[in-house]
């Protein structure tokens, strides 16, 4: 029992552990980058219209998401989870 409970916060550590650090060491690597500035005409035309409703990219965004829950949740029961 102590076996398991043991390997039970190894894992746990580590699934905590590793994004945190994953992040961490993204943004010690990023703080010294610099973005370039972008032309103005690129910008004006990237943002498009101010209030710009556009049906067909939220109906895409949807199904982006709702793809992405389903193939979660078949990688999750397919490795026993309910």
Do not use: K, N, T
């Not at 650090?21 to 004006?44: F, I, K, T």
């Not at 209030?51 to 389903?70: I, K, T």
Request: proline share 7%.
């Amino acid at each position: 029992m102590l076996i398991r409970a043991s390997r039970v916060l190894v894992e746990y550590g580590l699934l905590v552990g590793l994004p945190i650090a994953g992040v961490l060491l993204a943004l010690r690597l990023g703080a010294s980058l610099v973005a370039p500035a972008a032309p103005m005409h690129d910008v004006a035309r990237a943002a498009g219209p101010v209030g710009e409703f556009s049906l067909p990219w939220l109906l895409l965004s949807v199904a982006v998401l709702v793809a992405c829950a389903r193939a979660a949740g078949l990688a999750a029961r397919a490795i026993g989870q309910p």
